[in-house]
């Protein structure tokens, strides 16, 4: 059993930064693939990044290339999305996710969700 609790969401102007975090419960925490997902008012919820256990690997969504950066420390058993040059339509819930596969996790099939966190970005 994993649980998640994502930090880190605001207001932001357009152009800057946000670093979010989630924090994940369970002993296997280093055996996961995490991920990011977000969703926009009266839209479906869309894939963001992940990341594989040992962080070897990451996948972005294309909206997000050059300017999200996914990371983990197992340590800290924590995962975080570094967000830059935010844009307006970046405005979401953003909810981690966790899986022991990364392509289950990638097409939104994972098992575990945190609750999310809303991130505004102003124009």
């Known amino acids: 059993q994993v649980q998640l609790v994502e930090s880190g969401g605001g207001l932001v102007q357009a152009g800057g930064s946000l670093r979010l975090s989630c924090a994940a419960s369970?002993?296997?925490?280093?055996?996961?693939?995490m991920g990011w997902f977000r969703q926009a008012p009266g839209k479906e919820r869309e894939f963001v990044a992940a990341?594989?256990?040992?962080?070897?690997?990451?996948y972005y969504a294309d909206s997000v290339k050059g300017r999200f950066t996914i990371s983990r420390d197992n340590a800290k058993n924590t995962v975080y999305l570094q967000m830059n040059s935010l844009k307006p339509e970046d405005t979401a819930v953003y909810s981690c996710a966790a899986d022991s596969s990364p392509f289950r996790l990638r097409i939104g099939r994972n098992d575990y969700w945190g609750q999310g966190t809303q991130v505004t970005v102003s124009s």
């Open positions: 369970g002993r296997t925490f280093s055996s996961y693939a």
């Open positions: 990341i594989t256990w040992s962080g070897g690997i990451t």
